[in-house]
């Protein structure tokens, strides 16, 4: 009962997945509080795998933050527009850095395309801003009817 209620706490506003108590990356860690913002993907039938060889190492609370936001963003462009059936999460150790890469088998996009609306791809832009703010990486690789792959990688500080 306790993780229903938990999974219930993960809501969308207006196309946005929130999370209604705040992000404890002590308590959960940085993939536990990732995984929670994918509980509207999973009540949509998105099936969601998960790969996190990234045991014991440390992630400023920065890095950790700005992660999160990176899922919350992407979820959403995947909740809203992907039409995906599965999508798959890895969060792991490179050289220096941590990374993140989320994986969806949706209808995809074209990156290069000029956005139809008042608002298409600002998140995502300003997304690579904060990331390369934070000295970090942003790849961005989809393709119509193939899916889409979001990798971002940080600094380890």
């Known amino acids: 009962m306790e ?3 938990a999974l219930t706490e993960v809501i969308t506003v207006k196309g946005i997945i929130q999370d209604q108590h705040p992000v404890d ?3 959960l860690g940085v ?7 994918a509980a509207p993907l999973r009540r949509s039938g998105v099936t969601v795998h998960w790969s996190t060889p990234h045991h014991g190492i440390e992630i400023s609370s920065a890095s950790a933050a700005l992660l ?3 899922a919350q963003e992407t979820f959403s462009n995947t909740l809203n527009y992907a039409d995906a059936s599965e999508l798959t999460i890895r969060l792991n150790a490179v050289y220096h850095g941590i990374q993140l890469t989320i994986m969806d088998n949706g209808k995809g996009f074209e990156i290069h395309a000029a956005p139809s609306g008042r608002r298409h791809g600002f998140g995502l832009l300003l997304m ?4 390369h703010d934070a000295g970090g990486t942003v790849e961005i690789d ?3 009817g193939r899916g889409t792959t979001v990798r971002v990688t940080l600094p380890l500080d």
């Open 142 to 144: 989809s393709q119509l």
């Open 128 to 131: 690579s801003i904060a990331v």
């Open 31 to 37: 993939a536990g509080c990732i995984d929670r913002l």
């Open 68 to 70: 999160y936001h990176v």
């Open 25 to 27: 990356f002590h308590a």
């Open 3 to 5: 993780q229903a209620a």
